[in-house]
């Protein structure tokens, strides 16, 4: 599918000739043709509409569209210097305009206000004008969720895009006629010349003005807040009173340190542990003093300083630079990636993706942090029906990514009790801090993410008090916090009248009927979802929570953080001297030295998390929960000699993955198909071919008059590679808004086929995973069977047969493997992912596979001798 450009004129740029008829069919040319002489007048409109259009066609040329294709992003820029402007593409959300959400509109409103549909690839959003840097007055109410501009979706894979054509020569690098002194004058222009936007002010580089700027625009967002909750209900909700003092939800009440949360007690929010400190909330705050400096830096940096031996002119010349810009809005100069992962109802299934808890986080926190330079993104990676473990904590960096600040941990619906998923799901995620690229800018530090724990209970805490100690920063979730602290402050609906119920705050109306959340009468039910549009789609149901509860969940996520990075800026206020004022060389240096000392500190505590032994507590529930099935205790007794648990959670693996959302999938890399990339918010990535198509051509109905005919991937090169597929019903293109976006995307086999092949790594995950080496590695190699819904898998699907280890699907098929031309003669599989096995006297050996002379393995299968049509499904190859 080609990019579509910004809507920024009525029309698309034409060649001057077309330009120059509009303009003269602009002009009544049969008024023309009917004089037989021009009168001066109109002589001179007529050249005024070709000075108008001439004038068009110099703003339009002066626009510049880049293609960044290792993001999938399309950028609009103005050359005169306005700061680049981030599509909706590359947002978690349709619009860059905070949307609280809120009550759902009627759907006569939803009809009035819904644009026609547009081609699906959304256009930049564009820049929002500055907000006043005093306080605006009181919001007006936020009665509606807004309902982005509804976009028809693909039904197909997009073809690949043309290139985006390089900017006109002529149009690149305008310099701002400012009027600089000699001594500045090229240093100032060559700093405009690369991102005018980027020259602010340079007191926005001292701690205390960051600090009182964050606080402004915080507190106009608690002003949102109380409209839409209403003052009395924000009060109890996120300013409480505890033990006679109002605290801030988000100063360690909701979300807090292991050490706060005692266990057994009956009122143990009286209890004196609660007021002792522990290490995470203080690694919190370094964590983000990091990235804030980290934006300190890149400001000094915007101003020309390129290298930190550069301490000529430029430093001289900041001030003068910056005082001469008149800056209300300060460009994006560092970056914090907050990854999440969870099942359904973390992925907010039942809802539209708006309205999860991480899209309202991101809209709370995205305004705010861009007024102080920080570039805040959100990545709802969860997947319905999906654990943390094994497959997706051995999948970490191809699905979230190698660049994630910050994830967190919703799995508890189906982790349940067993704790060896979280163990290797935070292993994953740890192992980001021993990455040497995709650093973190500017500074060039390595990503060492923080974690945040929702919705589990006390059974948990031993193993997350045990990676606290090993020097994880952390915060847990505290359930008890929110069920006696936040729920009773509800109003039930409960014998209220329909005139007091429409008196509530939107926020508040319907949230709880009955002494229960989100259910009962009267309305509970019939209101917990939003209802405007699409009331057929999947997932409305009594264990996936409404858009009052993301809401809720994604404010009190918002504060916690805001608590944080304001405690965070009072200590780099602490940091600048009150004796003088710094030259920009000395605030330089200081700033650099401080990210060094504060770097090396975080680097210590993650690098103790693989420098100390895996503890044997964390040992015991691999042991309990890891191998399954009939032959549970024969393989735990077979592998207890040959299976290396610190070697699993320790150690780089590689994941050649279907699963979306997933980096692996966004970026090209998975394809190697570099021409179609994007984001979870767009479908420009290649999409899998839908299942339906090939069910038609391989499997069409017994009173058809088709012949059963093999499915061949129609992309070059790939006849004889096994098919990615994707399931229709989980893509409900037929909404006009985003509903799921985590789909269930395998490598498909089936009787009809042969043999097919896939080669792991390809070359493009091989340069892009540098940190696994096949050559080097213990070489195992497990293939993960795609999930079935409720565990009830289609028929024909011999999933179940190759879990429980006998490859014999009886009439669909018998599968047959093999690794670089050697026959797979068993396999021990835990949950879903099987490890393949070859014929060795050494039971050990036999499950190490040799790559090929390219570090690379050729993993072939077919399904034989089926007397019915069979099949296959594998989510993900894994290597370790």
């Not at 007021?275 to 964590?287: F, L, N, Q």
């Not at 008149?326 to 907050?338: G, V």
């Not at 705010?368 to 990676?381: A, H, T």
């Amino acid at each position: 599918m080609a990019p579509r450009l910004p809507k920024l004129t009525k029309v698309a740029k034409k060649p001057v000739g077309e330009e120059e008829t509009v303009a003269l069919v602009g002009t009544s040319p049969t008024a023309i043709s009917n004089n037989s002489g021009y009168t001066s007048s109109r002589w001179l409109r007529l050249l005024a509409i070709i000075l108008v259009g001439c004038l068009a066609l110099f703003l339009w040329d002066s626009l510049e569209f880049d293609s960044d294709k290792t993001k999938g992003d399309t950028e609009a820029k103005l050359q005169t210097g306005n700061a680049t402007t981030k599509t909706g593409s590359e947002l978690p959300f349709a619009t860059d305009t905070p949307d609280r959400g809120g009550e759902p509109k009627t759907a006569e409103e939803t009809q009035k206000q819904t644009p026609a549909p547009t081609p699906k690839s959304p256009a930049p959003t564009p820049k929002p004008t500055p907000e006043p840097t005093n306080p605006p007055e009181t919001p007006k109410p936020t009665n509606t969720p807004e309902t982005p501009q509804p976009t028809p979706k693909p039904t197909s894979p997009p073809e690949t895009p043309p290139p985006t054509e390089p900017p006109a020569a002529d149009t690149v690098g305008r310099i701002p006629t400012n009027n600089y002194s000699p001594k500045c004058k090229q240093s100032c222009a060559s700093a405009a010349t690369k991102d005018d936007s980027s020259l602010l002010p340079k007191k926005l580089t001292d701690a205390k003005t960051m600090q009182e700027r964050f606080r402004e625009y915080r507190n106009q967002w608690i002003d949102r807040l109380k409209v839409d909750y209403g003052e009395e209900y924000y009060n109890d909700l996120f300013e409480p009173i505890i033990n006679g003092t109002r605290q801030n939800v988000g100063q360690q009440l909701a979300f807090t340190d292991m050490n706060r949360l005692p266990r057994g007690d009956i009122d143990y929010y009286k209890n004196e542990t609660r007021t002792k400190p522990g290490p995470a909330w203080g690694r919190m705050i370094r964590k983000w003093t990091l990235k804030l400096l980290q934006v300190q830096l890149g400001m000094l940096l915007a101003e020309g300083q390129q290298e930190e031996e550069q301490h000529g002119n430029n430093y001289y010349c900041l001030e003068e630079c910056s005082s001469n810009r008149n800056m209300s809005t300060p460009d994006l100069y560092a970056k914090f990636i907050w990854a999440n992962g969870g099942h359904s109802a973390s992925a907010g299934h039942g809802n539209f993706h708006r309205e999860s808890y991480t899209a309202n986080l991101g809209r709370d926190l995205q305004p705010i942090l861009k007024e102080i330079g920080l570039d805040f993104q959100v990545r709802n990676y969860a997947m319905g029906g999906t654990e943390s473990g094994e497959e997706v904590a051995l999948c970490f960096t191809s699905i979230f990514g190698k660049d994630i600040d910050s994830f967190t941990w919703d799995y508890g619906m189906t982790d349940g009790n067993e704790f060896h998923k979280i163990i290797m799901y935070i292993y994953g995620a740890a192992r980001l801090a021993l990455l040497d690229d995709d650093l973190s800018h500017p500074g060039n530090l390595r990503h060492r993410p923080s974690l945040m724990v929702l919705h589990t209970g006390d059974g948990m805490h031993p193993i997350l008090e045990q990676f606290q100690n090993l020097g994880l920063t952390l915060l847990k979730m505290d359930m008890r916090y929110q069920k006696d602290k936040i729920m009773p402050v509800l109003p039930d609906m409960f014998g209220k009248t329909d005139a007091e119920i429409a008196a509530l705050p939107p926020f508040i109306r319907y949230f709880k009927c009955q002494e229960r959340v989100e259910a009962g009468d009267p309305g509970c039910d019939d209101n917990k979802f939003n209802m405007t549009l699409c009331p057929e789609r999947t997932g409305r149901n009594t264990w996936h929570p409404g858009w009052r509860y993301h809401a809720l969940m994604g404010h009190i996520m918002a504060s916690t953080l805001l608590n944080v990075i304001d405690d965070s800026l009072q200590g780099m206020v602490a940091m600048e001297p009150t004796t003088k004022t710094e030259s920009s060389k000395e605030k330089y240096d200081r700033i650099v030295a401080a990210i060094d000392k504060l770097d090396k500190e975080e680097a210590q505590d993650y690098e103790n998390i693989f420098a100390a032994p895996v503890p044997e507590d964390f040992k015991r529930p691999f042991d309990e929960a890891l191998w399954k099935g009939n032959r549970k205790e024969a393989n735990k007794e077979a592998m207890k000699d040959i299976f290396d648990i610190d070697y699993l959670v320790k150690n780089f693996s590689f994941c050649h993955t279907g699963l979306l959302p997933a980096e692996i999938r966004y970026r090209g890399i998975l394809t190697e198909n570099f021409d179609q990339v994007g984001t979870i918010m767009d479908y420009n990535y290649e999409m899998g071919i839908m299942q339906s198509k090939v069910a038609a051509m391989e499997h069409p109905p017994d009173d058809s008059d088709v012949n059963a005919t093999a499915f061949i991937d129609p992309h070059p090169g790939r006849d004889d590679q096994m098919l990615l597929l994707s399931i229709d019903k989980e893509y409900e293109f037929w909404c006009e808004e985003e509903t799921m976006k985590d789909h269930k995307d395998h490598f498909f086999i089936s009787s009809e086929q042969g043999w097919r092949k896939l080669v792991i790594p390809n070359n493009a995950e091989s340069e892009y995973y540098k940190e696994f080496d096949a050559t080097k590695s213990k070489g195992w190699f497990f293939a993960c069977m795609a999930s079935c819904d409720w565990d009830n898998c289609d028929n024909g699907d011999i999933r179940n047969s190759i879990v429980n280890e006998t490859m014999n699907g009886g009439e669909f098929g018998h599968m047959q493997m093999e690794l670089n031309g050697v026959p797979v003669t068993g396999l021990k599989c835990f949950n879903r992912c099987c490890a393949l096995q070859h014929d060795d006297s050494d039971p050990a050996q036999s499950f190490r596979w040799t790559p090929n002379a390219d570090g690379k393995y050729e993993f072939r299968s077919m399904i034989s001798g089926a007397t019915k049509y069979g099949f296959a499904r594998f989510s993900s190859f894994v290597l370790l």
